[in-house]
């Protein structure tokens, strides 16, 4: 074999191994990131992320390699998902959403682990207290389950007549009882009755918004969930199709085209969540990081959406939005 024909089948050799691989060959650490819903739609989380580890010193494809996977909704799927990113090994192993952190921890007792979840990190076993994780993982938690009654006030000075709020979620996540929990206390003083309507895939989503057309609510909230998030076109869609004024988690389903969005600004989270996987690459413990809690909010409000429903948007409520889509 002629030299310089050696030296390119090498070359193709070298960019045809594993992210990880290639990584530990040249001594750098790999992080690995591991969340339920699709890749698609999730750039915005990774942004952030890289941004944090920006922020550290670390950039990706130069000091440190990021290997991804994606449930894709099948949250069945992501412990193995996360075994896998154990064998490699990574050093850093970043638990994206509830489901996604728990399969993090439930993989490894070892490697560190950053979580990003919207439920009670103690009350799930992921860290011993806010202030002291103890063990190998430490994060940032939002309890969107408090954000609920704050959603359902929105929507009722949007749709001031709605007496029933139809709320989506998936059955199997871990914030829905303590999301439905808080709702069913804000209806009450509001009087509204809350519609709870959930669903285990994707394949489901047509039917339940077809039932729910059936008992006519006069209004959606749509939970936070790494499947309902991978499908948040279809959603935003079916919401515009049997015209339910919706209120969503974050700002990206409101960009989408859905009518109003509120909750924790999620690139933000994922940065703090890349500087601290900085910290622990250089030498920080889990341990001694205390989780963190939301500091920025988003409010986006949609008014071409409004526009399609026949809504007015109270004046009051765009002037606190932080983003109108005109």
């Not at 942004?47 to 950039?59: H, N, P």
């Not at 808080?182 to 039932?211: N, P, W, Y």
């Not at 085209?257 to 600004?265: H, N």
Request: hydrophobic content about 45%; glycine content about 8%.
């Amino acid at each position: 074999m002629k030299r310089r024909e050696f030296i390119t089948l090498l070359g193709g050799a070298v960019a045809a191994w594993p992210i990880a691989a290639r990584a530990q060959r040249t001594g750098m650490p790999v992080v690995g990131f591991l969340r339920g819903s699709t890749a698609a739609g999730s750039e915005h989380l990774v942004a952030g992320l890289r941004q944090g580890l920006d922020e550290t010193g670390y950039v990706e494809g130069q000091s440190v390699a990021i290997e991804y996977r994606w449930a894709d909704g099948h949250l069945e799927r992501l412990p193995a998902l996360a075994a896998d990113l154990v064998r490699l090994p990574v050093a850093v192993l970043v638990g994206s959403a509830s489901t996604g952190a728990t399969a993090a921890k439930n993989a490894t007792l070892t490697i560190p682990i950053v979580f990003v979840t919207t439920v009670d990190p103690v009350k799930e076993g992921l860290v011993e207290s806010l202030n002291r994780p103890g063990g190998n993982a430490t994060g940032l938690a939002y309890l969107t389950s408090a954000l609920g009654g704050k959603r359902l006030e929105y929507l009722r000075q949007v749709v001031p007549s709605a007496t029933s709020v139809a709320v989506l979620v998936h059955a199997d996540n871990p914030a829905t009882e303590p999301l439905l929990r808080d709702l069913s206390a804000s209806a009450v003083a509001l009087g509204v009755q809350i519609i709870a309507t959930s669903v285990k895939s994707e394949q489901e989503l047509e039917r339940a918004f077809e039932m729910l057309a059936l008992r006519r609510p006069g209004a959606l909230i749509v939970g936070p969930d790494p499947l309902l998030t991978s499908r948040s076109k279809q959603i935003v869609a079916l919401a515009m199709r049997y015209k339910l004024p919706a209120i969503y988690t974050t700002a990206d389903w409101a960009r989408a085209g859905g009518l109003i969005a509120w909750g924790v600004s999620l690139v933000d989270q994922y940065r703090l969540a890349g500087t601290y996987v900085g910290k622990i690459l250089k030498g920080a413990k889990p341990q001694d990081l205390p989780v963190l809690q939301p500091i920025k909010y988003e409010l986006v409000i949609n008014l071409k959406a409004a526009k399609e429903l026949g809504l007015t948007m109270p004046l009051t409520l765009l002037a606190l939005a932080d983003e109108v889509i005109e």
